[in-house]
């Protein structure tokens, strides 16, 4: 049984690697966006939303891999009731930054697991951060450092990098931050005998 991570993302596969897990990247072939389209309209919680969504890429790459062990995952920001994606452009995240300045947003990731095109095990968890009071010029020097990289993740930031510096409080797990919840995925992948007790 192979293990596969249902995900392009760099972050989530360096992550599993860097913990000494082998994996196989597979990439899911959905439609994000069309598939929470109605869940949206029909007022899904975030939590909610995370957990189809990463379900979705689950299923999807483990029913063309028979027999192999798949890992969905996918992850949600809210800020004041409303859902945030990665910005378009540069200006949609020198907004999004400033509309977060000062508040504290929730980033949700979820985890699922799918062996033959089912899910038999899911977990989302919350992370809470505060951003600092930030000033327009700080933000624009941040995008020019960051460059194209803030327009990668949902929150317009990478807390590994300098983007940790927007920030005056954080609560929770780090791997939640960076969009993947490595401690419960362990715990069960431990559970299920893929990892050594």
């Known amino acids: 049984m192979a293990l596969v991570l249902a995900s392009g993302s760099r972050i989530r596969s360096d992550l599993l690697r860097n913990a000494g897990i082998d994996v196989t990247v597979d990439p899911a072939g959905?439609?994000?966006r069309a598939v929470e389209a109605?869940?949206?309209?029909?007022?899904?919680?975030?939590?909610?939303?995370?957990?189809?969504?990463?379900?979705?890429?689950?299923?999807?790459?483990?029913?063309?891999?028979?027999?192999?062990?798949?890992?969905?995952?996918?992850?949600?920001?809210?800020?004041?009731?409303?859902?945030?994606?990665?910005?378009e452009d540069m200006e949609a995240a020198r907004r999004q930054l400033l509309a977060f300045s000062g508040h504290t947003h929730t980033l949700l990731s979820a985890v699922v697991l799918s062996l033959d095109g089912t899910a038999i095990w899911r977990h989302v968890?919350?992370?809470?951060?505060?951003?600092?009071?930030?000033?327009?010029?700080?933000?624009?020097r941040y995008l020019a450092d960051a460059g194209e990289a803030a327009l990668s993740s949902v929150g317009a930031y990478q807390l590994e990098g300098t983007g940790v510096q927007l920030f005056e409080r954080i609560e929770g797990d780090y791997f939640t931050i960076l969009g993947l919840p490595l401690l419960p995925l362990f715990?069960?992948?431990?559970?299920?005998g893929v990892l050594d007790t």
């Open 30 to 32: 959905i439609d994000e």
């Open 38 to 87: 109605p869940l949206l309209a029909a007022g899904m919680l975030p939590e909610d939303l995370a957990l189809i969504l990463a379900e979705a890429k689950a299923n999807d790459v483990s029913e063309r891999r028979p027999g192999d062990l798949v890992i969905g995952a996918d992850q949600v920001l809210a800020f004041e009731g409303r859902r945030y994606t990665k910005p």
């Open 125 to 140: 968890s919350a992370a809470h951060l505060t951003m600092r009071d930030l000033t327009p010029a700080f933000v624009g």
């Open 187 to 192: 715990a069960e992948l431990r559970r299920l």
